[in-house]
């Protein structure tokens, strides 16, 4: 089955992504750029980031799937699914969804993914989770990166990585609307 889906993820210098159960960061450009890729997807989550957001509640305007392990789990405006096999039958798990983490959900659905949208954080940050470092790994490569801005204190630029395993030529990809 050739399955595509994107990735979204805010890390710091070491790839961190959370502390605590919480972001590291409070980036308004950042969650914008998140609101904008997107509002009125599909966002695949695991159940831990699900109740970091405000009141446990799914995102407005997107197709919530949220994934634990736990049958009796269930959350109102969210789809449930047990395991990563039931989350690929689903119909609104197409090439427009979105893992929007957190680190275990990253880890297990990484390989499913064409493009990673990475917001990078220019500091360092202590954290105790992590994205897979798609710098140091074979089957990634960066696309694109914009120049660094700045935005509430943080140094920030927006990268685009692409799978070569989906895309063995890259070129394949800069065609699309992710070339900046
Ligand atoms: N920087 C960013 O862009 C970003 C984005 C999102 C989240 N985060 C951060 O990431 C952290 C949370 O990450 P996390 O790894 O602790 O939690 P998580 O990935 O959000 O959720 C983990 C839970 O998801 C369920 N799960 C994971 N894989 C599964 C599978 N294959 N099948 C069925 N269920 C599965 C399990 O739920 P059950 O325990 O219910 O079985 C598991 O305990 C937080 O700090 C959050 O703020 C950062």
Known sequence: MFIKMKLIAAVSENWGIGKDNRLLFNIPKDMKFFREKTMGKTV???RKNLESFPGGKPLKNRINVVLTRDKSFSCEGAITVNSIEELLKLDCVDENAFVI???SVYRGLLGYCDLCYITKVHECAECDK???NLDES???QLLSETERLEDNGHIISFCVYVNLNKYPHTTDVLSSEDKE
């Open 44 to 46: 695949i989550l695991g």
């Open 138 to 140: 074979a089957d990634w």
């Open 130 to 132: 992590f994205m897979v």
């Open 101 to 103: 983490g957190g680190e």
